[in-house]
């Protein structure tokens, strides 16, 4: 069975996708673990009802940070790694030793509005200010810069004249709960054959 870790720093409503996915047999993987860099936050309360292990890796000291999630990523040992929704930038040792096995999602068309600065509602809010017609999210995978590793796939989604920040987000949400599991379940199985 493959092992999945997922890393978050939010409400995990793209955590709770992977979750619901593996339960329905969508995913053939186990979920050995959820990191995060915040307490008190819904993916962590989402890990616990669902009896998946949680660390939290406190980001006030670097240093100790990178060498903490290292180590617990070691230990876990997972086949893939699932940014979702992880605010810190992941540190170039990680993506050294976990080569090709980190993806994240985007809520944008990459490389359209990704890099520092661009998350939440930040990246919602240029796109209706740049008046685009449409927007969508992205799953790449991890390398050293914000939002800059390989494009795996993209979901286009409209965004209409009534639209403000708020409902973008919502529509592009739902996409990003069917893409994520998707791509997360090609890896897998490509990596069985
Ligand atoms: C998503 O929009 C994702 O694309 C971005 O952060 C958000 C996380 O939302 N990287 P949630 O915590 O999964 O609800």
Redesign the pocket.
Known sequence: MHKLVVL?S??????QAIIDAVHRGDINANIVGLITNKSGI??IKRAEKNSIPVKIISPDDSNSFHKNLLETLLDWNPDLIV???FLRKIPNKVIEVFSGKII????SLLPKYGGKGF??KHVHQAVINAKETESG?TVHLVNEQYDAGSIIEQVVVPVLPTDDADTL?KR??EQ?HKLLPKIINKILTDKKS
């Open positions: 978050a939010g409400s995990g409503s793209n955590f819904g993916a940014l979702a929704g994240n999602i985007h809520p998350y939440g999210c987000a592009i949400l990003e």
